[in-house]
């Protein structure tokens, strides 16, 4: 089955800190691999999206790595604000599948002055 | 391009009503996604077409939802008799249908039934 977890379920942080999320994901045949960052009430953004070749991709203070061999992929985030309060969900798209994505639960990230 | 619409933002409903929900996608797109969430959960996929046609259904679309896209433009999704399970989030999508499929989120219509 499909599947796409992560870890923690939800963190706090201090303002200015740097903070790691973690994805396992046991999606076959992978196609590529995406983080949101979903806003309470909104709908999902994408951050970053990397494929079964490339092992990290940078967007701005987020940087996303991806280990095809392991099925792991983490989230860094750097000198944390008020704004990257949200959910991050960890998203698995499949080979031939018109698109489809398999959504994680999600990290509930809450950073605090 | 005014990104990926969705009406109404909110609804709140009875139980036993019906109620439909629109998604307006980014113009040109040609592939659109239906998702439900429900709090503390990330987006299930519902179903998606490819201009009019609809490709694919998950299992969680009931016999009591329908979604349509007549002209491969706008796209519906209809829920009838209505159940409190069926509280969630329902998020649109839409996409060009090349490369990545990068999928582009519309705000997602909140529906409470009561």
């Known amino acids: 089955k499909n599947q796409v977890e992560q870890s923690p379920q939800s963190l706090i942080i201090l303002e200015g800190k740097n903070c790691t999320l973690q994805?396992?994901?046991?999606?076959?045949?992978?196609?590529?691999l995406r983080w949101y960052k979903q806003d309470t009430g909104r709908g999902p953004v994408s951050l970053t999206i990397m494929t079964f070749s490339e092992n990290t991709k940078s967007n701005g203070r987020y940087t996303a790595t991806l280990d095809a061999d392991t099925k792991q992929s983490s989230l860094h985030i750097t000198a944390s604000q008020l704004s990257d309060s949200a959910s991050y969900i960890c998203?698995?798209?499949?080979?031939?599948?018109?698109?489809?994505?398999?959504f994680g639960q999600g990290t509930e990230l809450s950073v605090k002055p | 391009d005014t990104g990926v619409s969705q009406d109404p933002r909110h609804k709140i409903t009875k139980r036993g009503q019906n109620v439909t929900f629109r998604c307006d996608p980014i113009s040109e797109h040609n592939r659109l996604y239906w998702y439900r969430q429900t709090l503390g959960q990330g987006p299930e996929f519902l179903t998606y077409?490819?201009?009019?046609?609809?490709?694919?259904k998950s299992r969680l679309l009931s016999d009591r939802f329908s979604a349509e896209r007549p002209k491969g433009s706008f796209s519906t999704l209809e829920i009838q008799r209505t159940e409190q399970g069926d509280s969630a989030m329902y998020l649109c999508a839409s996409s060009s249908g090349q490369g990545f499929y990068e999928q582009y989120f519309g705000p997602g219509t909140r529906l409470t039934v009561t």
């Open positions: 994805c396992n994901y046991t999606v076959s045949p992978f196609s590529n």
């Open positions: 998203v698995v798209s499949a080979n031939n599948q018109g698109g489809k994505l398999i």
């Open positions: 077409f490819q201009n009019e046609a609809q490709l694919e």
